[in-house]
């Protein structure tokens, strides 16, 4: 009895393989992806791909922080870098300002 089964298990699994067809790609699928490869050759999408590389935008930064280092250490050679020269300084005179409030009611005439 179990023999009977197990070889009747065994037809139904071979024969469920009779109606199997061979694959088959959809239609226009090689122009669709030769139409997407032609697009990854466009002169944008090769200069975002390389600069979106993890190694190029280390660089880039480690490059713009050099810079940035070299001009602030070149910029001042004396070593004075925050205290004024004398013609710099400013008077008093030069940073007055007059600041008039529209809700001050002062009477302005004598």
Do not use: H
């Amino acid at each position: 009895m179990e023999d009977e089964f197990l070889n009747k298990k065994i037809d139904e699994v071979l024969q469920s393989t009779d109606g199997i067809k061979r694959a088959a790609p959809r239609p226009f699928l090689f122009t669709r992806l030769e139409a997407r490869m032609q697009n990854e050759r466009n002169v944008w999408n090769k200069l975002t791909s390389f600069v979106a590389r993890p190694v190029v935008a280390f660089a880039c930064i480690c490059f713009v922080l050099i810079i940035n280092a070299m001009v602030i250490l070149l910029s001042n050679p004396s070593g004075n870098s925050l205290a004024p020269q004398g013609s710099e300084l400013a008077t008093a005179d030069e940073y007055s300002q007059v600041s008039y409030n529209l809700y001050d009611f002062e009477n302005s005439k004598p």
